[in-house]
């Protein structure tokens, strides 16, 4: 069986330097493999031995330019620099050029990358964009001329960002590769390099798609005879057109150093070499995690007990999956080294310093958007108090104690002097006062300092703690050096451009255990068992994504790659790591849930029809679904009964069962041992826009502050024509009364204060109407009470306590000697949910349970007053007050009036209703509802 490239590499190394690698450099595309070469020539050495000089590219080229490579975020502020130098006054903030500067950043990169005559393709570029506006309907001969100067701009801001740079000795990738590149044309610096670094001999080994750059490089070595260069290759897509991995090494055969010489370690692994690929089909990422654990537990058994390094990898195409991933590793691996760093963006830490600059962005967008004072959003304060890193700064204030204080307060801003009130003395304060985005970024950076020496910090946020210091002191040292301090939109996305940039590494022996990795980090690396995730169209390969102001067509005349050749890369990457298996198995999400998602890569669709026809291929396809059957839904959900729920059943038959509760007992019993037994009910929410809670409770206050002036009598005509006319006022008055603030009038809030004006005017309306009615035909009607609170104790058979039902009636008049008893709604109700013909339908039918409420009012009434004849229930529903007070009927007859008999029967009805609620025998079950499963 042929041996994996590294060991063919080390094999031949040794045969052309039997005396040592003293003298010997070796140049790869990434770090990764030098420590697995070193380790390789070390095995096939006897005796102790020098290393050769073993360096990267970025490395050699550094060297050879003198410049050293910098970071983004540092390349934009002196690309804004140049710009503002070019474009004088005429120039745009740092806020909006932010904003397309990593486009320009990469066009440069590319252009210096692959050598590209800057003047010739951006002269090219500006007649191109020139000819895209010609004639271009609406557009002025000043508008056209400020676009076509735009275009010219780019190559003189070229000119100055390179001149800046060198300055500094600082770099971007591709500046530092056409520097190094040119002083090898014009000074044999590749040759001067290896004297200075005593190498007689430079190999490049393992390297696929090179820039124009890297190509000059190499080509210098090779006609000076000086370099090597050494492809990992496999002939069946080298030799063959068609096959998009072999682009770049048939170029490379025309090189003149290759003419007539064949590529050493061309090795027929493909075709030859037996090989098992699994295919397998998972739905969602998250599935893909869990299906892993599988996979790896059974490819770890057929290993043994041999290393897991040498013949084992995890290979994520994906690499945000690297959390969900690690989380399913089975106990069996003892040892894992991931290659690839986790993003701080990915770190809780750093959500939780993004989430408080998001807090300040919002509340000056909107200060200066809407005028309003500097508030903080009350969602970003909620995400802000369920964090470590702000608990820690709360210090003995509890978190939870604050929300609690918030969602009673129910306001959607809140200022820093209301905070104070709820976390006087606090740390967590002087990050949410108003500061420019400097001052929040060094009160950050302090926070940060605190948070990491603090003896009960988490261990994950010990080490993120410290990055994210670095982060905020560099964003700082940037605004200095380049006297420039951005708005606080333009800092938030400045600190996320850094997170992008910035990774922890993971600790480990990185030659032990399982190897996680990326997909650019397997390069030169082989691997008898490997694993794939995500191996889906727009992921393996990527989809295109042209992030550039250079259009496809001149860049294909230029040279310039697009995603033509980063698919070739990608193709490139995969079929070179199959070929060094005895194992594959490749997974792929099903799930149709964005644009392309479960389509597996074109890839795998190769190996449908290429590998099939194989003799030493064995494909084999799994796909696995996640149906979901009637009985896992939620609505199925049983509770079973028993003796642990007697203390609960007690406590609330004490504490009183309320006509709403019984309501929601008939819907949804499940719901109701939730929230009425168990305690577990809905949080609270603060009410951005002013809600049915908050709009009831004020409705109620303003109807129960005029009707109480009047019981024992009743209202006059001119008293609704008082309470009308001062209306606005007193819903206004009493919101604030209740929410100790204003109503915010802005907004939906504006609409939604006009309607619970209107609503209850409607409702007053309607009143004042009936109340003339009743004095024009000598009714007498008076109000007995608001806002009754009413209960009674009722003793239950077969159950050791009695229940208290209780109830607070809106309303009580009495008409003609009529108790009435009257239910405020801001919902509304049907005409059909009120009749009621046989009485015990009230305790199993949930179309009834609004009749169920009435009808326990109208049983409380009965047994709190003394005087009762007969009494009626209503509700008035004040989103349709057209209707008026509509009334319970009772029977066939449909009387409105309940008497002494039917409230016997009601009684009875109840005392069953609570043995069924408080027993605690069997179990508590939902409705049975018809349930449709979709074809």
Not at 190 to 204: D, N, P
Not at 229 to 250: H, K, N, S, T
Not at 439 to 458: C, G, K, P, R
Not at 768 to 786: F, H, L, N, Q, S
């Amino acid at each position: 069986m042929p041996k994996p490239f590294l060991e063919l590499v080390a094999k031949n190394l040794q045969t052309l330097h039997p005396h040592g690698f003293e003298d010997v450099c070796i140049v790869l595309p990434s770090r990764r493999a030098s420590l697995f070469l070193k380790r390789t020539l070390a095995a096939l050495s006897p005796d102790p031995v020098i290393s050769p000089l073993i360096v990267v590219i970025d490395e050699l080229t550094s060297d050879l330019s003198g410049l050293f490579s910098t970071d983004t975020l540092t390349l934009q502020f002196q690309l804004y620099s140049s710009y503002v130098k070019v474009y004088g006054s005429e120039a745009e903030s740092f806020e909006n050029f932010i904003k397309w500067s990593s486009r320009l950043l990469q066009d440069y990169n590319e252009i210096d990358r692959y050598m590209v005559d800057a003047k010739a393709i951006f002269e090219n570029v500006t007649d191109a964009k020139a000819l895209e506006r010609w004639g271009v309907e609406g557009d002025t001969p000043e508008m056209i001329e400020a676009y076509i100067r735009f275009w010219k701009k780019l190559h003189p801001i070229y000119l100055d960002f390179q001149q800046e740079l060198f300055k500094s000795k600082r770099a971007y990738q591709g500046l530092m590769y056409r520097e190094a590149a040119t002083k090898v044309q014009s000074e044999n610096a590749l040759e001067h390099w290896c004297k200075k670094k005593g190498c007689s001999s430079i190999y490049f080994v393992g390297f696929n798609a090179l820039n124009t750059a890297e190509q000059v490089i190499l080509k210098s070595g090779l006609e000076s005879g000086l370099a090597h260069v050494w492809f990992d290759a496999d002939p069946y897509y080298l030799d063959d057109p068609a096959q998009e991995a072999g682009m770049f090494m048939r170029q490379y055969r025309q090189w003149r150093s290759f003419d007539g010489v064949e590529f050493p370690f061309v090795v027929d692994r493909l075709r030859a070499e037996p090989r098992k690929i699994e295919i397998i089909g998972v739905p969602k990422q998250i599935g893909m995690a869990k299906t892993l654990s599988g996979v790896l537990s059974d490819m770890k058994a057929d290993i043994a007990d041999r290393d897991v390094a040498d013949h084992m990898a995890l290979v994520l195409a994906d690499e945000g999956l690297l959390m969900p991933v690690l989380n399913s590793i089975p106990s069996e691996f003892e040892e894992v080294n991931v290659t690839m760093g986790l993003p701080l963006r990915e770190l809780n830490l750093a959500n939780s310093v993004e989430i408080i600059l998001e807090a300040h962005e919002r509340a000056l967008r909107l200060q200066k958007e809407e005028g309003r004072s500097f508030q903080i959003y009350h969602k970003d304060l909620e995400r802000l108090l369920l964090q470590p890193f702000y608990q820690f700064h709360l210090g003995e204030v509890n978190a939870h104690a604050v929300l609690d204080k918030m969602r009673k307060y129910n306001a959607p801003f809140l200022g820093v002097k209301k905070l104070s009130e709820w976390m006087p003395n606090t740390s967590l304060l002087d990050l949410l006062k108003e500061q420019s985005p400097a001052e929040i970024i060094l009160a950050l950076s302090v926070a940060l300092a605190e948070y990491h020496d603090n003896a009960d910090v988490l261990p994950e946020d010990l080490e993120a703690a410290q990055h994210l210091y670095r982060v905020s002191l560099r964003l700082l040292e940037l605004f200095e050096e380049h006297a420039l301090e951005t708005d606080m939109t333009t800092t938030l996305h400045l600190y996320r451009q850094l997170l992008k940039d910035e990774s922890l590494d993971f600790f480990g022996e990185p030659l032990n255990g399982l190897q996680v990795m990326g997909v650019l980090e397997t390069r030169l690396l082989s691997f008898d068992n490997l694993i794939m995730t995500s191996v889906n169209e727009d992921v393996l390969p990527a989809g295109r994504s042209e992030n550039s102001f250079i259009p496809y067509d001149i860049k294909r005349f230029f040279g310039l790659p697009t995603h033509k050749e980063k698919d070739a890369i990608y193709a490139y990457h995969f079929y070179r790591l199959l070929s060094g298996t005895k194992r594959v198995v490749l997974l792929y999400n099903t799930e149709s849930d964005g644009f392309n998602a479960g389509e597996a890569s074109r890839f795998i669709e190769q190996i449908r029809h290429e590998f099939i026809n194989f003799s030493n291929t064995e494909i084999v396809e799994r796909v696995y679904s996640t149906h979901v059957s009637k009985d896992q839904l939620a609505t199925s959900f049983q509770l079973e009964r028993g003796s642990y729920l007697d203390e609960a059943f007690q406590k609330r038959a004490e504490k009183g069962i309320a006509p709403s509760h019984l309501k929601l007992w008939v819907e949804n019993p499940v719901d109701f041992y939730h929230k009425v037994i168990l305690g577990q009910g809905d949080v609270e929410e603060v009410e951005e826009v002013l809600g049915d809670r908050s709009m009831g409770n004020v409705i109620h206050k303003v109807l129960e502050d005029f009707y109480r002036q009047f019981i024992g009598g009743r209202p006059s005509d001119q008293d609704y024509k008082n309470i009308l006319s001062r209306l606005p006022e007193l819903l206004y008055a009493t919101y604030k009364e209740e929410a100790g603030r204003d109503l915010e009038v802005e907004g939906r809030n504006n609409l939604v204060g006009h309607a619970m004006v209107q609503m209850t005017r409607n409702f007053l309306v309607e009143e004042r109407k009936r109340a003339a009615a009743y004095e024009a035909t000598g009714r007498d009607w008076m109000i007995r009470g608001v806002e009754v609170d009413m209960r009674h104790q009722l003793e239950v058979p077969g159950l050791a306590f009695p229940v208290l039902v209780k109830g607070f009636a809106d309303r009580l008049d009495t008409l003609d000697g009529v108790w009435e008893v009257i239910d405020y709604k801001t919902g509304s109700a049907k005409a059909t949910e009120l009749n009621v013909v046989e009485i015990d339908e009230v305790a199993n039918n949930p179309e009834k349970a609004k009749a169920l409420q009435l009808m326990t009012y109208a049983w409380l009434v009965d047994k709190s007053q003394s005087d009762v004849q007969a009494v009626s229930a209503g509700i008035f529903g004040m989103r349709k007050n057209k209707d008026g007070l509509m009334v319970l009927s009772v029977g066939r007859d449909k009387r409105s009036e309940i008497n002494s008999a039917d409230l016997q029967t009601f009684e009875e009805v109840l005392t069953s209703l609570l043995y069924d609620i408080f027993h605690n025998e069997g179990v508590i079950a939902p409705n049975e509802e018809e349930f449709v499963e979709e074809s």
